[in-house]
């Protein structure tokens, strides 16, 4: 092969990766979109709706729709149904073909961001997985979080690379000579996983990416000791009540 072949071989094959790899990107953010369709539709019928359960086959990759449940009433109570997908007569029927057709488009590439969602729901002992559903406003929801722990949080420098949204830093106000106080983050790991979902999917989602994160221009180092990078975004958080 000569040096020009080769050369435009090397040319096309990166060419082909970054396709694969918008491709990818775009099929996440689909995921993600149709994610959120499901849940303005589901909680238009339903405001209460917290999980939509369902079987999973993964022989097939193929789901049956099971019906929408609410919020647990205690951390060892079960997740009260609001809508059984066997009730033919019940006010959401009519929305089940299309909400299985949709769960399963969200969850059907492999590698989809919705499956961050999902968890075997411990209350049944058969196939029977809960999705939850995302939070009308995933900042505010990521504000609220942040501050039980970080009372005085403004923002949260967060990481878009391997870990998909992970924290690196929780912004506090500023010090007394006028620079940003930043400390790490101080919160359980159910909090934890519950911050980094939504983060991910915030940068994941285009729309979600240039609406809620500012670009740092490398003045974050973080204090983890890894380096800077254009995934490292400043995430302001949202007042709260």
Same mark, same amino acid.
């Given at each position: 092969?000569? +040096? ?8 096309? =094959? ?46 097939? *990759? ?30 959401? =029927? ?14 059907? +590439? ?75 983050? !101080? ?9 980094? !979902? ?7 989602? +285009?729309?979600?990416?240039? *609406? ?25 958080? +949202?007042?709260? =009540?």
């Amino acid at each position: 092969m000569t +040096p020009a072949k080769a050369d435009q071989l090397a040319i096309l =094959a990166q060419q082909r990766d970054d396709l694969h790899a918008e491709r990818r990107r775009i099929e996440k953010a689909y995921a993600l979109a149709v994610l959120d369709h499901v849940a303005g539709y589901v909680r238009a019928v339903i405001p209460e709706a917290v999980y939509v359960t369902f079987a999973y086959y993964g022989n097939t *990759r193929t789901l049956d729709l099971r019906g929408v449940l609410g919020a647990q009433s205690s951390p060892l109570g079960a997740c009260p149904w609001l809508w059984d997908s066997s009730d033919e007569d019940d006010r959401f =029927a009519h929305h089940s073909a299309g909400l299985e057709a949709d769960l399963q488009e969200a969850l059907a +590439p492999y590698d989809s961001p919705a499956w961050a969602t999902v968890s075997r729901n411990s209350a049944s002992d058969g196939n029977s997985w809960l999705l939850e559903l995302p939070p009308p406003d995933r900042a505010a929801r990521i504000a609220e979080l942040v501050r039980m722990h970080h009372p005085e949080a403004t923002a949260v420098v967060v990481d878009g690379r391997s870990a998909g949204g992970r924290v690196l830093e929780v912004v506090e106000g500023v010090t007394e000579d006028g620079s940003e106080a930043r400390a790490r983050s !101080r919160w359980p790991r159910e909090c934890d996983d519950a911050i980094t !979902r939504l983060v991910a999917q915030i940068f994941a989602l +285009p729309v979600l990416a240039d *609406r809620h994160l500012v670009p740092t221009y490398g003045v974050y180092a973080p204090c983890d000791g890894r380096g800077s990078s254009d995934l490292v975004r400043l995430l302001p958080l +949202p007042p709260t =009540a």
